[in-house]
């Protein structure tokens, strides 16, 4: 059984920062896992945005890159998002889950960015 929590969504100003956090709440040997940040924006399917591999490498999808930044804490089973610079394009719930989605989704966490 894998729970994922994800937390640190708020509105913020574009332009603005915001750091998402991912507790994996399970038994499973999290460092070995690939992990993603997913998001979903209003009448648009998911997608991922960024990953991390067990050993820290990391990937982005074209429109993140550069602002965001993925980093994992094996020890904590935690998976965040740095998010810098962000325009209201950003605006959508942000879920996490394996490289390839594993397990049931979480309930996200919502990011709206909005002057």
């Known amino acids: 059984q894998v729970q994922l929590v994800e937390s640190g969504g708020d509105l913020v100003q574009p332009g603005g920062s915001l750091r998402l956090s991912c507790v994996v709440v399970s038994r499973i040997i999290f460092g070995v896992n690939d992990m993603g940040w997913y998001r979903q924006a209003p009448g648009k399917q998911r997608e991922l945005v960024a990953s991390i591999t067990g050993g820290g490498t990391t990937d982005y999808v074209d429109s993140v890159k550069g602002r965001f930044t993925i980093s994992r804490d094996n020890a904590r089973k935690t998976v965040y998002l740095q998010m810098n610079s962000l325009s209201p394009e950003d605006t959508a719930v942000y879920y996490c889950?394996?490289?390839?989605?594993?397990?049931?989704w979480g309930q996200g966490t919502q990011v709206t960015v909005s002057s």
């Open positions: 889950n394996g490289r390839v989605p594993l397990w049931d």
